[in-house]
Every structure is written in C-alpha cells, then in structure tokens.
C-alpha cells in the first residue's frame, strides 16, 4: 500500500475509533441513567403499562455496549494489521481488499468478494 492509502486508512481507523468511542460514551451514559433510574423502583417493572420494561431496556443497552466493545476490537485489531502491512490481504482468499473498500469500512478484513458470499451464507 502506498504512504497516501497507508495514512488516509490510518486516519479512517482513528475516525472510526472516535465515533465508536464516542457511541460507547453514550450507551455508558445511558446506562448509568437507568442505573440511577432504578435505584428505589421495585425490580419487577414487566407489568409496567407505559412502554418498555427496564430490564428490556437494560438488555438492549448492554447489547449495544458489547456490540461498540467488539466494534473497538475489530479497530484495533485492523490498526495491528496496518502497522505489520498485512491490512489489505482478505483473511479468507488472501486477495487484496480494495482500498475504497477500506476507505468506508477500515476495519475490514475481507475483499467484497468473500463479504458477499459469507453475507449471502449467514
């Protein structure tokens, strides 16, 4: 990869980390709101009439928490594969990932190709 594609998919993989960073932020945010929230309800809120329980709520916060922790990961995990050059080869056929493919998606770690065919499989 050239210096330029080099520092433009730096740059889009500390871009992407900011913005998941600042998602977790706020799902932590939301957490401790209902966190807060909770303290002196009485933990059986399943019959409450006026929307979503707060155990459902919980359960979807801490699904989006996990999912922005993974989202983290795969960062950096793409920025260990940028530094050792091994950020364009798709970890399935060992083609090159197309650098505007990685220019959206920094973390990739599969061509179009291979992405498409596990998208259509699952």
């Keep these: 990869m ?3 594609r080099h520092d433009a998919h730096a740059e889009g ?3 992407r980390r900011l913005e998941v960073e600042q998602l977790l932020a706020s799902v932590d945010q ?3 709101d209902l966190r807060q929230m909770r303290e002196g309800l009485n933990d059986d809120d399943e019959h409450d009439p006026d929307g979503v329980s707060l155990s459902s709520e919980w359960s979807r916060l801490e699904g989006l928490r996990q999912n922005r922790i993974d989202q983290l ?3 950096d995990a793409a920025a260990e594969r940028l530094a050792d050059g091994s950020d364009a080869v798709c970890t399935v056929c060992g083609g090159p990932i197309a650098p505007e493919r990685l220019e959206v998606r920094p973390e990739a ?3 179009i190709d291979c992405a498409q065919q596990q998208s259509s499989l699952g």
């Design 2 to 4: 050239n210096d330029h």
């Design 13 to 15: 993989l500390e871009q």
């Design 30 to 32: 939301q957490l401790a």
């Design 73 to 75: 990961a795969a960062i």
């Design 109 to 111: 770690t599969t061509c």
